[in-house]
Nanobody, 121 residues
């Protein structure tokens, strides 16, 4: 019903940058909140950044000023620009969307499959 393609993960040295992308497709009527979560080994999944349909954003304290979330509503795409990466940012990053799908205009939460970000020298 809903699918996504996440890209941009990989191996980067400390201090480096990556840009994650997530394109959501399917029988989508509208998308409200889009977000990125991450889960490091042995830890719980946590919110990294969130962007609402109106453009307001929230960030995890430790990424504030280093990460920037944005979205392209015409393309049903959410981005995460990550700068000044540290080893503590190593995790699987998951795309998230709260959206309305056809044909019954049902609300649902959608999770992507995740993309691995490894920060290491």
């Amino acid at each position: 019903q809903v699918q996504s393609v996440e890209s941009g993960g990989g191996l980067v040295q400390p201090g480096g940058s990556l840009r994650l992308s997530c394109v959501v497709s399917g029988r989508i009527v509208s998308i409200y909140t889009m977000a990125w979560y991450r889960q490091a080994p042995g830890k719980e999944r946590e919110l990294v950044a969130r962007i609402r349909s109106g453009g307001s954003t929230d960030y995890k304290d430790s990424v504030q000023g280093r990460f920037t979330i944005s979205r392209d509503n015409a393309k049903n795409t959410v981005y995460l620009q990550m700068n000044s990466l540290t080893p503590e940012d190593t995790a699987v990053y998951y795309c998230y969307a709260y959206l309305i799908v056809a044909p019954q205009n049902s609300a649902m939460y959608y999770w992507g499959k995740g993309t691995l970000v490894t920060v290491s020298s």
